[in-house]
């Protein structure tokens, strides 16, 4: 199975994600993982704005949207089935 | 007395004082808030509506007196990065000049209830009694979730309740358990959980939580999901938003009119009613023009209004505020700003002075200062009557497209332009004085709720009579003023002259003739003339002025009788010189669509911006900006033969 790592902006498709860290020390990294982006986590692409970005991401059962700048810290992989 | 109450546990020391409701953003607090202290604070479905603490007494049905509940604004940890954030810490922890809250409700939301646990381990690690109230049972249930609040509450050792906030189910159950916070005793998990340091570790412990409770997670929110789908797709979800626009403004014209219309009968009734009736002396003809017609003619909009807020509410409690600044993010990053101050922007369509408040929940202080600075340009429902009577008397109502007319897609268009100005200005600050980096936007989109038809009538009831008031005390106010001025210095009636003819006379030599007058250098590239430069600067103490100045001019020049519209273009029977030709009143449209002239709107962004300031260099930039944008599009609308 392909558990490469890659960052959940670059996520195309609705298949589930794990979180394998959200890089950054500062307030933001704090934030994104304070809502929810902390390593483990499930996550999941759902859909782009009409305009590209953000975009919007179903973590634990709320939907979430992040501009690409911050969903570039969060590094994820494949889930384990 | 501290030792004595150590000793001895009195009455007093047992009175269960203020309890804080706290919980992430949207999870329902405000909807309990007011359950449980009748009040009516604003709730709706998007995080971030609640930015203030606002405090309240339980109802005494719940059979304790003394229990004081205080709605916070919604956090996500108890390290703040906003202001509104900052606000609910610091009453926590005893800010604001008053003692700490005797004990905290953590408000969960039950169909995201991972994400709400840590947000308890935190408020149970500052030491307060804390309980929780489960909130949107009735969705989780929907969604064939299920947990049970009784297990959760064997758990975590302090009281559980699940509730249904907007339907009064397990009020009760909640308003008997906040009156006695030191019966609340966190479990061995619970306090386990407070001593987590990181996210991580709360996130971690909350699964653990929830691991060791038989339970089941609602499956994905189908309509939700339809929905978003629809109205996020590019081509469908903008022609869905711009087909409802329309018809919402266009409503605005067809619709409201009957209304509007039998409104204005009345006024008008009653002016001549209290004309025939008492006898002709200064104090009738005051209450006659000055007070029926002049006040009455702004509250003929009451049906607008109306209209306009029922529309409001219902976009801010079915859940489109979120996606609308989810949509629209993207060129809110172009401007240089984000998608929360988006939503700022949007709640001052309403009224200005809620939507500076709403920029609290904007980290970015430079993101938040910039969005105070031009939130004002949102067409706020003051602008309403001023742009309706205008449009209904200078633009045809021709149709253009099936059921559009002109005069829709013009209010439509000075809403457009009114954003535009908004965000071109936006871009024009981030670029120069308020440059910044971009601080990280993370923005929650809630499930779609349909709206209860009662929130809405209450809210538009409530709405709805802040409009009257407003006209019965300021507008009021003003126009008996005007009245004076527009009546003074008196002079001997010329006997060779009718009344209407005295009237006149007065009115040509009145001090406020003078004063609009001494104004003409300024007005006359736009070809305003004194009447409406007084009404200027008189809607300098309220937008609608404007409104009840034309009239009460119009009422005391003898020509009340074709409405006020059909003088204003000058196309009445009387024959009489138009107000203002097309161009002029284009040109005042942009003024009002550009121009401060809001006391209170100057007053809140000096409380939030701390100082006179930024208040003072709004209202000239704005001002200025109005002054240019009329020019322009009367040499524009002049040239183009308007
Ligand atoms: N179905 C359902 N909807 C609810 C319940 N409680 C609140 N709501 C709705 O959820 C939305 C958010 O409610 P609010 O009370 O404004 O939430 P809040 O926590 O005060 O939100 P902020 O002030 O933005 O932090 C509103 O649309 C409410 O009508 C509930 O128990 N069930
Ligand atoms: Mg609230």
């Not at chain 1, 790592?5 to 020390?25: H, K, M, N, W, Y």
């Not at chain 2, 009736?277 to 209450?287: I, W």
């Not at chain 2, 300098?540 to 003898?558: D, F, K, N, P, S």
């Amino acid at each position: 199975m392909d558990r490469t790592l890659a960052d959940v902006a670059d996520a195309r498709d609705g298949r589930l994600l794990e979180i394998a860290e959200v890089t950054g020390t500062g307030a933001a990294s704090r934030r994104l993982r304070e809502i929810g982006f902390c390593t483990g986590a499930p996550v999941r692409f759902l859909r782009r704005a009409p305009l590209g970005d953000p975009a919007m991401y179903e973590l634990r059962g709320a939907l979430l949207s992040l501009r690409r700048s911050e969903a570039q810290r969060i590094r994820v992989h494949r889930a384990a089935p | 007395m501290t030792a004595l109450v150590r000793l001895r546990p009195s009455e007093a020391a047992r009175r269960p004082g203020r309890i804080a409701i706290l919980g992430a953003p949207n999870s329902g607090k405000t909807t309990l808030f007011n359950a449980l202290t009748g009040h009516r604070a604003k709730a709706g479905n998007y995080p971030g509506v609640t930015v203030d603490r606002r405090e309240g007494d339980l109802q005494s049905r719940f059979g304790a007196d003394d229990v004081r509940l205080i709605d916070l604004p919604g956090v996500y940890s108890l390290q703040p990065q906003s202001e509104d954030e900052t606000v609910a810490v610091r009453v926590l922890e005893g800010g604001f000049g008053e003692p700490a809250p005797e004990g905290v409700v953590v408000v969960v939301d039950a169909t995201t209830i991972e994400r709400g646990l840590p947000l308890l381990a935190e408020a149970a690690a500052l030491g307060l009694p804390v309980c929780v109230a489960l909130t949107m049972i009735d969705e989780l249930k929907a969604r064939h979730g299920e947990i049970d609040p009784k297990e959760l509450q064997e758990e975590l050792g302090v009281p559980v309740v699940g509730v249904v906030g907007n339907r009064g189910l397990g009020i009760d159950d909640l308003g008997a358990l906040v009156s006695s916070p030191w019966d609340w005793t966190a479990s061995p998990s619970l306090l386990h959980g407070a001593e987590a340091r990181t996210p991580e570790d709360r996130f971690a412990w909350a699964r653990a939580v929830l691991g060791a409770c038989r339970r089941q997670a609602p499956e994905p929110n189908r309509w939700t999901r339809r929905l978003d789908r629809l109205l996020l797709h590019p081509i469908v979800g903008s022609a869905v938003f711009l087909t409802f626009v329309a018809f919402f403004f266009q409503a605005i014209f067809t619709w409201a009119t009957p209304a509007m219309d039998f409104l204005s009968g009345l006024m008008d009734g009653l002016a001549d009613q209290v004309l025939a009736t008492l006898p002709d002396t200064a104090l009738t003809r005051l209450m006659a023009d000055g007070v029926i017609r002049g006040v009455g003619a702004v509250i003929v909009f009451l049906p607008q209004i109306v209209l306009l807020f029922a529309v409001i509410l219902f976009l801010e409690g079915c859940g489109y505020m979120a996606r609308a600044a989810f949509v629209v993010d993207r060129v809110m990053g172009w401007v240089g700003l984000e998608g929360r101050c988006f939503i700022a922007l949007l709640s001052s369509y309403a009224c200005a002075v809620p939507g500076i408040m709403a920029t609290r929940t904007i980290p970015s202080p430079r993101d938040r200062l910039t969005t105070i600075l031009v939130a004002p340009f949102a067409t706020c429902s003051a602008r309403l009557p001023v742009y309706l009577l205008l449009i209904a008397a200078f633009i045809p109502a021709d149709p253009v497209l099936g059921p559009f007319t002109w005069q829709g897609l013009t209010l439509m268009g000075l809403y457009f332009l009114g954003t535009a100005a908004a965000l071109l200005s936006a871009a024009v600050f981030k670029r120069g004085l308020l440059r910044g980096a971009a601080l990280p936007f993370y923005l929650e989109l809630p499930p779609y709720r349909l709206p209860r038809p009662s929130d809405i009538a209450l809210g538009v009831w409530d709405r709805g009579k802040l409009f009257l008031r407003r006209a019965g005390t300021i507008i009021l106010a003003v126009s008996v003023v005007l009245w004076f001025l527009l009546n003074l210095p008196r002079r001997p009636a010329d006997p060779e002259l009718s009344v209407v003819e005295n009237q006149r006379m007065v009115l040509e030599g009145s001090y406020a003739a003078s004063a609009g007058r001494l104004l003409e250098p300024v007005f006359a590239p736009m070809d305003f003339d004194w009447r409406v430069n007084v009404g200027l600067v008189a809607s300098q103490a309220a937008r609608e002025v404007m409104v009840a100045t034309l009239a009460q001019i119009y009422a005391q020049e003898g020509q009340d009788e074709e409405g006020l519209g059909v003088l204003l273009a000058g196309s009445g029977e009387g024959g009489t010189a138009p107000l203002l030709s097309r161009a002029s009143a284009l040109a005042l449209l942009v003024y009002f669509a550009f121009a401060m002239q809001c006391m209170s709107t100057l007053a809140v962004i000096r409380r939030e911006t701390g100082g006179w300031r930024w208040p003072a260099f709004t209202f000239a930039y704005m001002n200025a900006l109005a002054w240019l944008g009329a020019w322009l599009t009367f040499v524009l609308a002049s040239a183009a033969g308007a």
